[in-house]
């Protein structure tokens, strides 16, 4: 059975920083596509950041572009957001996913196969 776990949530002040992780059971994330998400109360769920675990390309939605690096350990089975100079816009459930598809980077939900629970991160201004 796949699951995928969210660590790191918290609450921080505007700039101030976290990392996310993501670790992987029952599942290889060897050569697949892993994304963050999302969701803010009252919107839709949006991607931040994915990357390719094959050759560790990255791609990243444009209002985290700078502040936000997502990494993996594959031989640890997880995977990583750093968040930097967060703010209050940051706010929101944030989620893990993986893909068994190879449509390549991508920042939408329809792409991703498993999902995990969530970890919340909170911004005070």
């Known amino acids: 059975q796949v699951q995928l776990m969210e660590t790191g949530g918290g609450s921080v002040q505007t700039g101030g920083s976290l990392r996310l992780s993501c670790a992987a059971s029952g599942y290889s994330i060897s050569n697949k596509y892993m994304g963050w998400f999302r969701q803010a109360p009252g919107k839709e769920r949006e991607g931040v950041a994915s990357i390719y675990t094959g050759n560790s390309g990255t791609y990243y939605h444009n209002s985290v572009k700078g502040r936000f690096t997502i990494s993996q350990d594959s031989a640890e089975k997880t995977v990583y957001l750093q968040m930097d100079s967060l703010k209050p816009e940051d706010t929101a459930m944030y989620f893990c996913?993986?893909?068994?598809?190879?449509?390549?980077?991508?920042?939408?939900?329809?792409?991703?196969?498993?999902w995990g629970q969530g970890t919340q991160v909170t911004v005070s201004s």
């Open positions: 996913a993986a893909s068994d598809k190879k449509y390549g980077l991508s920042l939408e939900s329809s792409a991703y196969d498993y």
